[in-house]
């Protein structure tokens, strides 16, 4: 039954109201999300203490980014069956070639006199990993979660192909099933306006997680002025602050 023809009159196939679908569309998304930045949290520490192992990971991770999602969803198919799973394993893996980058880069990015001085206190390195590198981290890994929940967001889409398990994706099918339009209109808008939300929703997340950092521009560049005109510390100042 395709319904109404009001932009919110959902075909009864969908077998969801037009919150439910927003609700499974935002799980869909959010779960590869989290999943991927668990994997991505060690396989980062393992790319920051062993340089080597970098290119490799990162080799790996562009190689399974750049298959195909229906491919991988076809895959699949005979392991997890037609699930929320089929789609939510591909968005894991591609969340991770956004993920480890940002994570990595982040932590090569905490200055060497605070490691020092970590060490210096007897911080081991798992430890100084939590409590020290990937706390200073906090900006360069919201950066990547926020292009990879976007593209989360995007991609589930994709799983109208594996009967409808693509949340708001779906009206996309049943657009041209029905031939009504307006649902992809619909499913579009709403799709462009949730990833707008959760963006902004992870930018107050950052912003809570980060009190040290400059707000706005204005204090961004004051911040650099004050960090331009404030003289090197010496050696022997580096070596007290480690003690």
């Not at 080597?52 to 750049?66: D, E, H, K, M, S």
């Not at 995007?154 to 009206?171: D, R, T, Y």
């Amino acid at each position: 039954m395709s319904g109404g023809n009001g932009y919110f009159d959902l075909p009864s196939d969908l077998q969801h109201s037009y919150a439910g679908l927003i609700g499974v569309h935002v799980e869909e998304a959010l779960i590869p999300v989290a999943a991927g930045l668990a994997l991505s949290l060690p396989i980062a520490q393992l790319c920051v203490r062993y340089r080597r192992l970098y290119p490799p990971v990162l080799w790996i991770t562009t190689v399974l980014y750049a298959i195909p999602s229906i491919a991988f969803f076809v895959f699949l198919i005979d392991y997890t069956g037609i699930s929320q799973t089929t789609v939510e394993i591909p968005l894991t893996v591609y969340s991770l070639v956004v993920l480890v980058p940002a994570i990595v880069d982040g932590v090569r990015s905490v200055p060497p006199e605070t490691i020092t001085a970590a060490e210096a206190m007897g911080i081991g390195s798992v430890r100084r990993y939590l409590t020290v590198q990937l706390p200073l981290a906090v900006p360069a890994i919201f950066a990547g979660l926020r292009v990879a929940t976007v593209s989360s967001v995007s991609l589930v889409s994709l799983g109208v192909a594996i009967a409808n398990q693509g949340g708001l994706g779906n009206l996309l099918g049943d657009a041209v099933q029905y031939h009504r339009y307006n649902l992809a209109v619909t499913s579009v808008v709403t799709i462009a306006v949730l990833a707008i939300v959760l963006d902004g929703l992870l930018i107050g997340l950052r912003l809570l997680l980060t009190p040290w950092l400059p707000r706005g521009p204005r204090a961004a560049r004051k911040a650099a002025r004050a960090a331009a005109v404030e003289p090197p510390a010496r050696p022997a100042e580096l070596e007290g602050a480690a003690r």
